[in-house]
């Protein structure tokens, strides 16, 4: 299970980044949300897997895809988009790659207790309206300041501004 | 199947991702395939802060902490698109980040 699940995520992953066509892309990228939340369901954090699926699949996903559509005249939707510099930055991902792993095997991770699945919504909900108060209030303001600030950035220049 | 799955399986898979993620923004030249890296950078940064929540304590904490990276995720992509429509309003073609090099007051 695990192996199907991460062989779909990471394949995916992969075509997101070397894929020429950028619609192609961005359907990779649906695959690819959709195995970390899978994983997420693996790692019996329920909770985060459904937040997964209905955040990133559902809206950040859409926008991805609104952008592309708008910002794209339908012609060249398609159309090769070419990259520069592959060969250093294959290197260096390369090489990032390798230590990162050898860091993950290298270093002797303790497990704790192996524990039996037990539902996390109660418990994060408990958590985000107990010591992660001020934090979650913080994150409602910041989500504010980048609403308003998109509207301010997207929207056409009023008359008073230009003058 | 002799191996059991375990921690370090899933910081692999994670590794792997943030590494497809920083390839992503140094080949990729327009605006829209940058933030795809982004956006997988940040999920393979969240499934190691599941993945560490999971296997080195019961507490639920990492999970806030994740839940807390997409969210920051989905204010990022919001405002980014916003500015893809922007450079889009402004230069009438397709965004590559080089088209947005000179800076006007």
Redesign the interface.
């Known amino acids: 299970m695990f192996y199907t699940v991460a062989a779909l995520t990471l394949i995916s992953s992969t075509i997101v980044v070397l894929s020429r066509n950028i619609i192609r892309a961005a359907f990779s990228l649906l695959f690819s949300f959709f195995g970390v939340g899978l994983l997420y369901a693996l790692l019996s954090a329920d909770f985060l897997a459904v937040v997964q699926l209905m955040l990133y699949v559902g809206g950040i996903l859409v926008l991805i895809l609104f952008a592309i559509m708008l910002t794209n005249r339908v012609e060249s939707v398609g159309e090769a988009h070419q990259s520069y510099r592959r060969g250093p930055a294959f290197l260096l991902c390369g090489s990032l790659f390798a230590g990162l792993v050898f860091l993950a095997l290298q270093v002797p991770w303790k497990p704790g207790p192996a524990t039996a699945f037990v539902p996390t919504t109660r418990t994060i909900g408990e958590a985000l309206l107990g010591p992660y108060l001020l934090p979650f209030e913080a994150v409602s303001v910041l989500l504010l300041v980048g609403l308003i600030g998109a509207v301010v950035v997207a929207r056409k220049e009023s008359r008073t501004e230009s003058e | 199947m002799s191996m059991e799955?375990?921690?370090?399986?899933?910081?692999?898979?994670a590794?792997?991702?943030?590494?497809?993620?920083?390839?992503?923004l140094?080949?990729?030249?327009?605006a829209?395939?940058l933030?795809?890296?982004i956006?997988?950078m940040v999920?393979a940064a969240?499934?190691n802060l599941?993945?560490f929540?999971?296997?080195?304590?019961?507490a639920?904490?990492g999970?806030?902490f994740?839940?807390?990276g997409?969210?920051?995720?989905?204010?990022?992509?919001?405002?980014a698109?916003?500015?893809?429509?922007?450079l889009?309003?402004t230069f009438n073609q397709?965004?590559t980040v080089d088209t947005a090099s000179l800076l006007k007051g």
Request: proline fraction near 0%; include cysteine.
């Open positions: 799955i375990g921690l370090t399986h899933f910081l692999v898979v590794a792997a991702m943030f590494s497809l993620g920083i390839l992503c140094l080949t990729r030249r327009t829209i395939g933030l795809m890296g956006e997988l999920n969240n499934l599941v993945a929540s999971h296997h080195l304590g019961n639920v904490d999970q806030v994740a839940l807390f997409i969210v920051l995720a989905a204010i990022e992509a919001a405002v698109l916003a500015i893809v429509f922007k889009f309003q397709r965004i």
